[in-house]
């Protein structure tokens, strides 16, 4: 399955650079009286991370918060995980389920509760790793998700 298409926004200047991931915050409380709303985060989902694959040459004005902003072309960035052995299939469309632990400490706790993956997201597997130490006994490892679209 390949990356869904780009998604038009503006970014700041210092943030665009190819590969540059960032997260968005959603918007600023002056940004919906703004005219580049609907490009510039309208459509995005706040509390995802995304990647930026291409930067086009018009920049813009912010004149809510006075920044030079630039047209990029942004996807949704893939995000370590744990699954469960079974689920760890390259290819395979999954429904993301994180690990519910308590175990702060452990060295794995970010890839069974990543930031930018929610509770039944739609995910594709990218690409599978090394079986997770589990302190629970947990059958884990880590892989490459990517949120799928919408069957």
């Keep these: 399955m390949s990356r869904t298409k780009p998604i038009i926004t503006l970014l700041g200047i210092g943030e665009t650079k190819i590969n540059e991931v960032f997260v968005h915050k959603g918007p600023g409380s002056k940004c919906p009286q ?4 609907n490009v510039c985060v309208k459509n995005l989902e706040e509390g995802r991370a995304y990647i ?3 930067v086009r040459d018009k920049t813009l004005r912010c004149e809510m918060y006075n920044l030079e902003m630039r047209v990029v072309e942004v996807v949704e960035a893939d995000i370590q995980a744990s699954v469960v052995s079974r ?14 632990c308590s175990e702060h400490g452990c060295e794995n706790f970010m890839l069974c509760s990543p930031e930018y993956l929610m509770e039944n997201d739609r995910c594709e597997v990218v ?13 884990l490892r880590r892989v490459m ?3 799928a679209p919408p069957s």
């Design 127 to 139: 690409r599978v790793y090394e079986m997770l130490r589990c302190p629970r006994g947990l059958q």
């Design 52 to 54: 930026v694959v291409g």
């Design 34 to 37: 703004c005219k580049y709303f």
């Design 87 to 100: 689920q760890a299939i390259e290819g395979a469309i999954i429904t993301f389920r994180p690990q519910n």
């Design 145 to 147: 998700l990517r949120r």
